[in-house]
């Protein structure tokens, strides 16, 4: 039986690559801190997200850590932030990837 913190894990770490791809980026670029959007439901005001600015450090801290999911479980089963930050990582000799990133730890990342 996972422990809390495994299950606690698993809903709130979310990382959607391409299945062949390390989850750990080599190098990680952050384009925009504290960024708010009305694509998602959520009691967050524009001055909250204004404070979530992860560093690089994070971003790609949080990648180590995160569990892939399938894009309902993203969708459906993992909470949802207005607040986000976004950029771009590379993974190994791939080609660079956009990725949004939110306070509620759900990462979407999109390859071409």
Do not use: K
Not at 1 to 28: D, E, F, H, K, W
Not at 44 to 52: G, K, P
Not at 57 to 86: E, K
Not at 91 to 100: C, V
């Amino acid at each position: 039986m996972p422990s809390l913190a495994n299950a606690v894990l698993l809903l709130t770490l979310a990382v959607s690559i391409p299945p062949q791809s390390s989850a750990v980026p080599t190098r990680v670029t952050i384009q925009a801190n504290g960024q708010w959007t009305t694509e998602v439901s959520g009691e967050e005001t524009v001055r909250d997200c204004a404070t979530f600015r992860p560093t690089e450090r994070q971003v790609r801290d949080y990648f180590a850590a995160a569990i892939p999911v399938d894009t309902r479980a993203y969708n459906h089963d993992l909470s949802m932030s207005r607040c986000h930050a976004r950029g771009s990582a590379r993974f190994g000799n791939r080609p660079a990837g956009a990725w949004r990133y939110s306070p509620m730890g759900s990462v979407a990342i999109s390859t071409a």
